[in-house]
């Protein structure tokens, strides 16, 4: 079984569009994350959730909004796509914030075009 | 905010040459944490320092928290192909969110056979 798991891999879409992404743990972790590696890999912190409240919420363009169902899942929609939103998403999540280390999801590969 | 900085952004080496990344932190550290990012994978955990001037290893890793828990360094002893990746340094700091981990931009390796 995937610890964290996110779908789709790849997600190819046209400017403008809407589209979702998708993450779950089975880890039963408390902490749940999006972060944004471009294309340099550096890796920026998007949202974080802690029990499905959220808890941080970096300067990023409200076209991204982060739902969380319950505990185990967090999914990222956005609207309105821009190419400067091309990048991977990676989903994470961790027992206790950044007191314990983090497990990764494979992460989704977005291209806008 | 607080600022995590990782050098060298780029390091290529012979294989058996050693290599060290070096982060620095513009606050001080509750703990930091490595990971590791294959090309095309995921960030995976390595470890994580907690105390003042810890020091650890993993096999030809070895990993050094500053005494000011400001600062942290990941040394590779004899590099071998399956080093390839980046390397990043996340830290949370003692005034922030327990939730925020602050990533270092980290260090792409590549080892040469």
């Known amino acids: 079984d995937t610890a964290v798991s996110q779908t789709p891999k790849y997600l190819v879409t046209q400017m403008g569009n809407d589209k979702s992404i998708k993450c779950e743990q089975n880890?039963?972790?408390?902490?749940m994350y999006w972060y944004k590696q471009d294309s340099k890999k550096f890796l920026k912190i998007m949202f974080s959730?802690?029990?499905?409240?959220?808890?941080i919420n970096e300067t990023v363009p409200n076209r991204f909004s982060p739902k969380s169902p319950d505990k185990a899942h967090l999914n990222l929609h956005i609207n309105s796509l821009e190419l400067g939103d091309s990048a991977v998403y990676f989903c994470?999540?961790?027992?206790?914030?950044?007191?314990?280390?983090?497990?990764f999801g494979q992460g989704t590969r977005l291209t806008v075009v | 905010g607080q600022q995590v900085m990782q050098i060298p952004q780029y390091q290529h080496v012979q294989e058996g040459e050693d290599f060290t990344t070096y982060c620095n932190s513009s606050?001080?550290?509750?703990?930091i944490q490595w990971y590791k990012q294959r090309p095309g994978g995921h960030p995976v955990f390595l470890i994580q320092?907690?105390?003042?001037?810890e020091v650890k290893k993993q096999k030809r890793l070895t990993f050094q928290f500053g005494e000011a828990k400001k600062n942290s360094s990941l040394h590779i002893t004899a590099t071998q192909t399956t080093d390839v990746g980046t390397y990043f340094c996340?830290?949370?700091?003692?005034?922030?969110?327990?939730?925020?981990?602050?990533f270092g931009e980290g260090t792409q390796l590549t080892v040469n056979p």
């Open positions: 994470a999540s961790s027992q206790v914030g950044g007191w314990t280390e983090a497990f």
């Open positions: 880890l039963g972790h408390d902490t």
């Open positions: 959730y802690n029990n499905k409240e959220l808890i």
């Open positions: 606050t001080t550290l509750s703990n």
């Open positions: 320092l907690v105390k003042s001037g």
């Open positions: 996340a830290g949370l700091g003692e005034e922030t969110s327990g939730s925020r981990l602050t």
